[in-house]
């Protein structure tokens, strides 16, 4: 247990410390208005108390990657502790930080519009497409998990596909209307159970006095199916690490937040809460695996054995609706957030429903396809998974290169995403190459390529980097020359 309590109290540190340092690299304005006070529209933009704000940001991007993620990223060791702490601190907490911050100082703008502003008109169209690709596809990954969940705590007679139908028309509810009638006032109540669930499990981590593995033992890869830790792991702990979903909800909240000195504690504390979440889960996950043996791997096999053995019938049902609370509160977040990516993009005002039907109305058709053809195939949900996974972290990849472009122009200290950004462009290179639903190259040559791209995106950026200098240099040349002419 020392290596867990060690790599919990590095969370809480991190926050305090390095979240604060990002806060400073970023300068925020306590004075500047906005945008839920600029643009208030009574939809979208809303100025909400910053408590309810960090409780809906937190189960937004609590879906079940911080669970199901964590458990079977728990299959490859203890260096899963690892990568949930310090993924969490120097880069999915930095990178949920920064587009937030950055959504608030341009009028709340979606992901696409940002990555657009700082790489470009071309790269902006590609993201619009592929950003509303991926929100589709978390909807449909995040309906199956917790009706399922909901199926076996009922009566037989409502079965998953009948959940299915009910959690789909709730986020065609939450889709349409306001963002405070539905959301904004049922979201608290999910978070206490998902914070009870964390809260449980943990204490009974320390009652039971498990035998944990530490770091002494050694970082040894122990996944059943011999799958490399890298790239596989870092993909498979995605929303407990880094995930670009974040990015994507992030200015959804930026539109409600009532001062900028509030996008730290909501932003930055919500992705190292979700990580406190995805340890607490590894761990438990991990002697789970330990006393039971490595071959289970349905993750939802996982929760339900240990809230039920660890918190009795009752707290495991709580438990179990803090699982299900996590995913829906995603999904339906997701397709608010494809709607108003493509309302930005067509330039439609949000205010009337017939607008907001507009959008909404062809997003949910091909979701539904997308759900028949999951249940009719029996890998069909796991093939929708595994994209996912890997669309959510190339995500990532593209919002932290902009992120970093942002900071390099504005001469701020662009190392704090640069390092981040160039781990996890090799992450999602590599595992397209070498992963079973990729290209399956050897390791050794999927490392190769993967190291050449890299360091190819990498000579682009410094190109870019080295404009940037000149440019300057250039501006600050002509402005000199002008001050010149003025005194004589």
């Known amino acids: 247990m020392v290596t867990f309590t060690c790599c919990l109290l590095a969370l809480v540190i991190g926050y305090f410390v390095y979240g604060k340092f990002i806060e400073r690299v970023f300068g925020i304005d306590a004075q500047r208005t906005t945008p839920a006070y600029a643009l208030q529209d009574g939809v979208d933009y809303i100025p909400m108390p910053t408590w309810k704000i960090f409780m809906i940001q937190f189960l937004n991007i609590a879906g079940l990657g911080p669970i199901f993620g964590a458990i079977m990223g728990a299959k490859f060791g203890t260096a899963s502790f690892l990568w949930i702490v310090l993924g969490s601190i120097f880069a999915g907490a930095v990178h949920d930080f920064l587009a937030g911050a950055l959504s608030m100082r341009h009028e709340g703008e979606s992901l696409p519009e940002l990555v657009g502003r ?43 596909q009948f959940w299915i139908v009910v959690v789909f028309l709730y986020y065609i509810l939450a889709t349409l209307l306001p963002i405070d009638k539905i959301i904004g006032k049922i979201y608290p109540i999910f978070a206490i159970a998902l914070l009870f669930m964390a809260v449980g499990i943990l204490a009974m981590l320390y009652v039971n006095h498990l035998e944990l593995p530490e770091l002494t033992d050694g970082l040894k890869n122990t996944h059943p199916e011999g799958l490399p ?46 990580g406190i979440v995805a340890l607490i889960w590894a761990a438990a996950a991990t ?52 709607r108003l990516i493509v309302a930005d993009f067509l330039h439609l005002e949000q205010r009337s429903i017939s607008r907001r039907l507009m959008i909404s109305v062809p997003m949910f058709l091909v979701a539904i396809a997308l759900l028949f053809y999951s249940l009719r195939d029996q890998d069909g949900f796991d093939m929708i998974w595994r994209y ?101």
């Open 388 to 488: 996912f996974a890997w669309s959510n972290q190339t995500l990532a990849v593209f919002t932290l290169w902009a992120l970093t472009v942002y900071l390099a122009h504005a001469g701020k200290c662009y190392w704090v995403t640069f390092v981040p950004t160039v781990f996890m462009t090799m992450v999602c290179s590599t595992y397209l190459l070498v992963a079973p639903e990729g290209l399956q190259l050897p390791l050794e040559i999927s490392l190769a390529i993967g190291v050449v791209l890299t360091l190819f995106v990498c000579a682009l950026f410094f190109r870019f980097k080295a404009r940037i200098l000149n440019q300057s240099k250039g501006d600050k040349e002509t402005k000199s020359e002008v001050l010149s002419q003025n005194e004589k």
């Open 118 to 160: 700082f790489l470009g008109n071309r790269f902006k169209q590609f993201m619009r497409g592929f950003t509303v690709v991926l929100m589709v596809l978390v909807g449909v990954v995040f309906v199956a998990g917790p009706a399922g969940l909901l199926a076996s705590l009922t009566p037989e007679v409502l079965d998953a």
């Open 287 to 338: 002697y789970f695996f330990h006393e039971n043996g490595m071959g289970e791997s349905n993750a939802a096999v996982v929760v339900d054995s240990i809230t039920r053995d660890w918190l009795g019938p009752v707290g495991g049902v709580l438990a179990i609706l803090g699982v299900i609370a996590a995913p829906i509160t995603s999904g339906d977040t997701a397709f608010r957030s494809a």
């Open 229 to 274: 830790l890298f790239p596989i792991m870092f993909v498979s702990i995605a929303c407990g690490a880094i995930s670009g979903f974040h990015a994507t909800q992030s200015p959804l909240m930026a539109r409600c937040l009532k001062n900028e000195k509030y996008a730290y504690p909501v932003f930055y504390g919500a992705m190292i809460t979700e």
